[in-house]
């Protein structure tokens, strides 16, 4: 936070790539694989560069179908249901093998 009490906002590829103190962060939260996968997956100029060629509207309709984009589905899906299987076996039964 700024002096006059006003932020910048962080951009996702200044997250995952040129902030060494919210990388750290973002390894607490995830672990160093995932926030590595993330990188590659949506940042990277080496990668598949998602995030950029999404949002400045250069990728066509076959890129979402490429591995990929599967794979980020599922890095996210990932990120959204494992938080709650152990609520889920509670419920319903079941281990916890999966976590």
Do not use: C
């Amino acid at each position: 936070m700024k002096t006059d009490l006003t932020q910048d906002d962080a951009s996702l590829n200044k997250m995952l790539m040129d902030d060494d103190e919210l990388i750290a962060v973002l390894v607490q939260v995830f672990n160093e694989d995932d926030v590595f996968n993330m990188r590659a997956i949506l940042v990277d100029r080496f990668g598949p560069n998602l995030r950029n060629d999404i949002t400045h509207g250069r990728a066509g309709v076959g890129s979402f179908f490429s591995g990929s984009s599967i794979y980020l589905f599922w890095l996210v899906t990932r990120f959204l249901v494992i938080p709650h299987i152990k609520h889920w076996n509670a419920l319903f039964g079941g281990d916890d093998t999966i976590v």
